[in-house]
């Protein structure tokens, strides 16, 4: 893990740059910048913790589970990139404003947001799902992300730059048989995407989601061990008969978070086998 003795002070050089022996790229997609990557600790937001680093980013990686982002920090390090493990909950606005803060005191600046993390379940009837598990996926996916804006988007407004990726899902387009808290969660990611992408666009920060296909986590393995009949029915609808892995979205964030998407805003942009074109 970087401590602040540690830090070196970060600059953009741009172009396509080198590739050092660790695979760490000087001037890559996002050299110079810091990232904050929420759900950090497995799936999707472990992978876009490697490929960010791997890239030039300075990487602030947030979860609850402390051992997973101590160990993914120092791996990144011993890569030759740059890590910080930021335990913490997106539920509870103080952590989220920790580790913001935590980012900045360390960097310098927040440049881009992946907000990633998510919790949601599956084959429960809408009338037979308690309060309680309700109350849950409200909390993480969109309390999390209420959170995760009013505290980076300040941050990035201080550093006159800003790119943010919100992990959706195609359960934010349609119902996909995902549980129906779920659905309503991730229909909301995109509401908020579009909105902070309207008021932030003319003071330099671009805000996007990801509608996520069926992707092998953690919590998609969790659920196919409980309802096994939903390994099929989650690629049936697809055009790609096969669930995603966390590396290809993390790429396509990646895309989202850097200068080649320098026109793109307020989108929400498939990542998902083919679902939603069908």
Request: with cysteine; hydrophobic share 45%; proline share 3%.
């Amino acid at each position: 893990m970087v401590r602040p003795a540690k830090v070196r002070a970060a600059c953009s050089t741009g172009g396509i740059g080198t590739v050092n022996d660790s695979g760490h790229r000087s001037g890559g997609l996002l050299s110079g910048r810091v990232a904050m990557i929420t759900g950090a600790s497995s799936g999707i937001g472990a992978a876009a913790a490697r490929l960010f680093a791997a890239e030039g980013a300075a990487v602030v990686l947030m979860a609850r589970r402390e051992d997973r982002l101590k160990q993914l920090a120092d791996d990144i390090e011993a890569g030759g990139g740059r890590a910080l493990a930021a335990p913490g909950d997106v539920a509870c606005a103080e952590d989220v404003r920790q580790v913001v803060a935590r980012a900045e005191e360390t960097f310098g600046r927040l440049d881009v947001a992946f907000n990633n993390a998510g919790w949601g379940t599956a084959g429960t009837p809408l009338h037979e799902t308690e309060d309680a598990e309700f109350d849950k996926v409200m909390a993480v996916n969109v309390g999390g992300l209420w959170n995760c804006l009013r505290h980076q988007l300040p941050a990035m407004l201080r550093a006159g730059t800003g790119a943010v990726v919100n992990t959706a899902s195609t359960a934010g387009v349609v119902a996909t048989g995902a549980g129906a808290p779920y659905v309503a969660a991730k229909h909301a990611v995109i509401g908020l995407t579009k909105a902070a992408a309207a008021e932030y666009g003319e003071r330099g920060i671009r805000v996007n989601s990801l509608v996520v296909g069926t992707t092998r986590t953690e919590l998609i393995e969790g659920a196919v061990k409980q309802h096994p009949e939903l390994e099929t029915a989650f690629v049936e609808r697809q055009i790609q008969k096969r669930m995603a892995h966390p590396d290809e979205v993390a790429h396509a964030a990646l895309w989202l978070a850097g200068p080649h998407s320098s026109f793109v805003t307020g989108t929400a942009m498939a990542v998902d086998g083919g679902l939603t074109a069908v």
